[in-house]
């Protein structure tokens, strides 16, 4: 069964600041990884993907993904008060189904 | 626009009531997800649905049953609803392994 695990539960930064999210998955079969971002009292919504080793870069956001190490990052430069969220990261492989990690809560202080 | 929809949004039962939740999606999409979210457990999927009458277990299936009978439309139903499942259920849907469209959620409350 996959465990995926992120670091850190919580987190505040000051609005500008660089914002480093982590998880941890143990299924080295895995081949989709994604991070969703959760407005309080809103619904889940995909902010990025990524499916081979590597990094990937969309506006303010980069992923990075590492296979051997079995870790995943999403690094947010420049970071905004609108950027306040629950950030969950997900793991899946063959077949459909995603596993999510608990969440890190971001808190960006302006 | 591609929308998920979710009926009721907020719902309060007495244990040993049956519970009904129903979702919609507009954008054809073979797969359907239900989920359920606690605090500090994250999203836990209760069963997917590959198309329909097409299910199968997910996580946490023990307590809830689904029924798919169009592919825009998938429900949860809770037979004799327990205090511990009260949550917040989100009904997501995708297109093979690409993103999962989420909708609004519905807040249950079991007394």
């Known amino acids: 069964q996959q465990n995926v695990q992120q670091s850190p539960e919580s987190l505040i930064v000051p609005e500008g600041a660089r914002t480093s999210l982590n998880c941890t998955f143990s299924d080295s079969a895995s081949q989709y990884f994604w991070w969703y971002r959760q407005h309080s009292g809103k619904a889940p919504k995909a902010l990025m993907s990524i499916f081979s080793n590597g990094e990937k870069e969309e506006g303010r956001f980069t992923i990075h993904l590492n296979k051997a190490s079995l870790h995943f990052s999403l690094h947010i430069r420049d970071s905004q008060p609108s950027d306040s969220a629950l950030y969950l990261c997900a793991v899946g492989n063959m077949g459909y189904k995603l596993t999510f990690g608990t969440g890190t809560s971001l808190l960006v202080d302006p | 626009d591609m929308k998920v929809t979710q009926m009721p949004r907020y719902l309060i039962k007495r244990m040993g009531e049956n519970v009904l939740l129903e979702c919609g999606q507009d954008?054809?999409?073979?797969?359907m997800y239900w989920y359920r979210q606690d605090p500090g457990l994250g999203l836990q999927l209760i069963y997917i649905?590959?198309?329909?009458?097409?299910?199968s277990e997910g996580d946490i299936p023990k307590g809830y049953r689904v029924s798919r009978k169009k592919r825009e439309h998938f429900s949860l139903i809770l037979d004799s609803a327990k205090t511990n499942q009260t949550s917040v259920y989100f009904c997501?849907?995708?297109?093979?392994?690409?993103?999962?469209?989420f909708g609004p959620g519905t807040r249950l409350t079991v007394l």
């Open positions: 997501a849907s995708s297109l093979l392994q690409g993103e999962q469209y």
């Open positions: 954008m054809s999409h073979e797969t």
């Open positions: 649905s590959y198309d329909v009458d097409s299910n």
